[in-house]
């Protein structure tokens, strides 16, 4: 019943900028958390930027300086403001989002994922 849905990414030349959208709908009261994961071949899935209701971030040390994650509480929207790509950030980036639904409860969902290529 709820979907979560990324898009914005493509190929990009380093010291380029993108910027992801994380669209979740359905059965949503508000979002709790919300993070970014990327995931290249043949490496683990790691954790790129979080945030949470009361408006804490994190960020990898990799991203520090470069990537703003923010959302839109009234839309159930986020977005992952990428600038200063370097290969090494190439990947698919997935959006994870901790909701609360019309039944009060917390219900973890994963976006499809969307590709970032990052290449001269």
């Known amino acids: 019943q709820v979907q979560v849905v990324e898009s914005g990414g493509g190929l990009v030349q380093p010291g380029g900028s993108l910027r992801l959208s994380c669209a979740a709908s359905?059965?949503?009261?508000?979002?709790?958390?919300m993070g970014w994961y990327r995931q290249a071949p043949g490496k683990q899935r790691e954790l790129v930027a979080s945030?949470?209701?009361?408006?804490?971030?994190n960020y990898a040390d990799s991203v520090k300086g470069r990537f703003t994650i923010s959302r839109d509480n009234a839309k159930n929207m986020g977005y992952l403001q990428m600038t200063s790509l370097k290969p090494e950030d190439t990947a698919v980036y997935y959006c994870?989002?901790?909701?609360?639904?019309?039944?009060?409860?917390?219900?973890?969902?994963w976006g499809q994922g969307t590709q970032v290529t990052v290449s001269s």
């Open positions: 945030t949470t209701s009361g408006g804490s971030t």
């Open positions: 359905g059965s949503i009261l508000s979002i709790n958390v």
């Open positions: 994870n989002v901790v909701i609360r639904d019309s039944y009060d409860r917390r219900l973890r969902y």
